[in-house]
């Protein structure tokens, strides 16, 4: 399970100390999981999986793929998520602050002006 913590730990592009910080686990004993010094605890496992995405399976065994597939509610809420770790003007920001603003109405027409576009991507890529 070492190898796959300091595996995981480079795919997000996270120092030992950036990747303990969430779980609330100290860089040298990080550094003492990736070199096989320390066993990690069944609770240790979930809190990766849970903050990370991670797939126990994978973690656990190799087994499978290294992230756990999200449904559209967690799609949503990491895109949220980082919406609101963005900069106050980031145009992301500003828009969902806009979409949040919508009356019923608003979100028909939108659904209406989405589906023309899609319609029209379709007339002009036939394939």
Request: with cysteine; charged share 35%.
């Amino acid at each position: 399970m070492n190898e796959r913590i300091k595996r995981l730990r480079d795919s997000l592009g996270l120092t030992q100390e950036e990747f303990g910080t969430p779980l609330n686990i100290v860089r040298s004993t990080i550094a003492n999981y990736e070199r096989g010094v320390r066993s990690l605890s069944d609770r240790t496992i979930a809190d990766i999986c849970r903050v990370y995405g991670v797939s126990e399976t994978w973690l656990r065994t190799g087994e499978g793929p290294m992230l756990a597939p999200k449904d559209r509610e967690d799609e949503i809420t990491d895109f949220l998520a980082s919406v609101l770790r963005d900069r106050p003007d980031s145009f992301k920001k500003r828009l969902v602050a806009t979409l949040a603003r919508l009356d019923e109405s608003e979100w028909e027409l939108l659904a209406n002006m989405a589906r023309k576009l899609a319609d029209e991507e379709k007339k002009a890529d036939p394939e």
